[in-house]
């Protein structure tokens, strides 16, 4: 069921590039959604003036944002604003000022976010959005880079450095354009910095997570040079080749030309290639495995630690996105899908599969959790619009491949459909992915048509497997008419995927 009164919160980013603002609505258990987003390109870190401070003529320029940002915030509701400004404002000379005149300008309260709390607000918003024990994070702003260390999902060491995207190609660039000078120039200056952190090079082939629009943007013109198939940013792998393959081309091109870089946005071409550096730079001093893309950092990191500071970190991505979309969209009980996921686990075990057990149970938990989750659009055809559903929406703590496999396990019906999605992402799916979408998407509409009812009147099942035949005893305390009905028509397509004849029999618990 569909919440109906969430606690609506507006956070609002005064970042050295752009300043944000994102209004979420949220549950009791820490759950969220965002219902509207709005972004102003200020690049604070470029009107900083020589002697370090932000003339007051500059501060003004600001105040009509966030004026229009709060009205934005009463207008949707908005029941409290959390408002924080980071390196450009930070690190300027009269900070104090600045801040004290934007909150009295815009009647919004505006606190200055620290080095140290941006790096662990930043976590957060890896953390929580990954299943992931152990990794890096570099955070690259406009005026800041963030790089943290983290061990068995806990902020382990941060540090905040004062270059960004922005400021360095102010300080190193030419009007967008760069030479081999100043490109060598950049990479020591990066370089030097890091060398102060020996803990840097404490973890080599961790996972790096890649936080910011520098590194949102390099996902997307991999991906378009790849023919990615699927056209999703968190969670995308750039491996050590991309990386290098990128330094080794962006830097060279002209501004003009960058411009029609498929993927980049014009907006940022000017400032991609001092990002870059950073990213090239820190990629290589800490000998990261590979860069994960985050779609989730400072912002969603401030809003947990807001609605739940003392347990900020969640135990399992997976369990947390998979509670919070429920809490938002479910469409069915959540007995009836627990319910449904346990009969699939004592069923599959007893299957003996010869696959990744791990993971076809993890399959399993999203596809069941979710498979009705298209009821909100059309009852009748929620199979067809759980499958779109699932491989559009903010599902984390799963890889791409995996977001796929659950489209298709969940919404698994006529094989003409699964061929189909198969097929639109052949460059993701493995050649054995193939044959456990059957038999995951057929053991999975068994177990709901054993609940059918939605009463849970199956409370055991007995299974024996003999000369290709799955015999199953059901047994119930109650009638069952209705799961019986729907038998035969899962036993065809269980029989096809598994190779095995099912005979069910069904018997009371007295």
């Not at 969430?6 to 994102?22: A, E, K």
Request: proline share 2%; with cysteine; aromatic share 8%.
């Amino acid at each position: 069921m569909m919440i109906e009164n969430p606690y609506r919160i507006g956070i609002i980013d005064i970042g050295s590039n752009s300043i944000r603002l994102v209004i979420y609505d949220t549950t009791q258990g820490g759950g969220y959604k965002i219902i509207k987003e709005c972004k102003h390109s200020a690049r604070l870190s470029a009107k900083i003036n020589e002697q370090g401070s932000l003339d007051k003529k500059e501060m003004c320029t600001i105040v009509p944002i966030l004026k229009q940002f709060r009205q934005v915030c009463i207008n949707f509701g908005v029941d409290t604003i959390r408002a924080g400004a980071t390196a450009a404002i930070r690190n300027a000379t009269n900070s104090q000022e600045i801040i004290e005149f934007l909150s009295q300008e815009s009647s919004i309260d505006i606190k200055l976010v620290s080095g140290e709390e941006e790096a662990y607000f930043g976590f957060l918003g890896v953390i929580n959005s990954f299943d992931i024990e152990d990794g890096f994070i570099v955070d690259i702003g406009g005026g800041s880079t963030e790089i943290t260390l983290f061990e068995n999902r806990s902020f382990k060491k941060s540090v905040s450095l004062p270059f960004g995207a922005v400021n360095t190609n102010v300080k190193f660039g030419n009007d967008g354009n760069w030479n081999e000078e100043q490109i060598l120039n950049l990479r020591q200056y990066v370089l030097s910095m890091l060398e102060e952190h020996d803990w840097m090079q404490s973890r080599p082939q961790l996972p790096l997570f890649g936080l910011g629009g520098t590194i949102r943007s390099l996902g997307k013109i991999d991906q378009k040079d790849a023919h990615y198939s699927m056209p999703i940013s968190h969670g995308y792998t750039l491996t050590t080749d991309s990386v290098d393959q990128l330094y080794n081309i962006l830097p060279s091109l002209p501004l003009e030309k960058r411009k029609q870089i498929n993927g980049l946005s014009k907006s940022r071409a000017d400032i991609i290639v001092s990002g870059l550096i950073i990213v090239h730079t820190v990629y290589h001093y800490i000998q990261a495995k590979h860069c994960l893309i985050s779609g989730e950092g400072l912002r969603e990191g401030m809003l947990h630690d807001l609605i739940n500071p003392a347990h900020a970190v969640k135990p399992s991505t997976l369990d947390y996105s998979i509670k919070t979309l429920l809490s938002f969209e479910g469409a069915a009980s959540r007995v009836h899908l627990e319910h449904v996921y346990k009969l699939s686990n004592m069923l599959y075990d007893n299957l003996k599969s010869d696959g990744d057990d791990e993971e076809h149970k993890k399959l399993l938990y999203v596809s069941i959790m979710l498979y009705r989750i298209g009821g909100h659009i059309n009852y009748y055809q929620y199979s067809r619009h759980t499958q779109y559903w699932i491989m559009n929406s903010s599902i984390r703590g799963l890889t791409h491949r995996e977001i796929i496999l659950c489209a298709l396990i969940s919404s698994y019906n006529t094989k003409s459909r699964k061929q189909k999605l198969s097929l639109d992402h052949q460059d993701i799916l493995l050649a054995s992915d193939e044959v456990w979408i059957h038999k995951l998407g057929s053991l999975v509409q068994l177990c709901i048509a054993l609940d059918q009812s939605e009463t849970q009147a199956v409370k055991a099942i007995v299974t024996e497997i003999a000369n290709k035949n799955l015999h199953l005893t059901v047994q119930s305390d109650v009638e069952t008419w209705i799961e019986q009905e729907e038998m035969d028509s899962v036993a065809k397509v269980f029989k096809s995927a598994w190779d095995l004849k099912l005979k069910i029999d069904f018997s009371s618990i007295s």
